[in-house]
């Protein structure tokens, strides 16, 4: 299994920013999937931003231009950037990984725009 841990969450004013981290198990393969999800209440979990096997980055159209996906690979960690936060924004945050076919998700972290 890979295990996935996310941190950053919090509470911020819109406009303002914060950084989501999520470190991931040494051993998983580099060139892998990994995506940012969040699920705000009462919604579906939608995927947010997303790293392909060969480094492309795609993002949902509510975040592209504000939030910004990144990887560091000798930290074992990936990132989320996220500016001008808006109250949409607002929801929990949840890691993902595909590795062989198999999709592992982080417990989450709430970001809550007020």
């Known amino acids: 299994d890979v295990q996935l841990v996310e941190s950053g969450g919090g509470s911020v004013q819109a406009g303002g920013s914060l950084r989501l981290s999520c470190a991931f198990d040494?051993?998983?393969?580099?060139?892998?999937?990994m995506a940012w999800f969040r699920q705000a209440p009462g919604k579906e979990r939608e995927a947010v931003a997303f790293i392909g096997v060969d480094g492309a980055l795609r993002y949902a159209g509510s975040v592209q231009g504000r939030f910004t996906i990144s990887k560091d690979n000798a930290k074992n960690t990936l990132y989320l950037q996220m500016n001008s936060l808006k109250l949409m924004d607002t929801g929990m945050y949840y890691c993902w990984v595909r590795v062989k076919g198999v999709e592992y998700w982080g417990q989450g972290t709430q970001v809550t725009v007020s």
């Open positions: 040494a051993y998983t393969p580099a060139n892998v999937r």
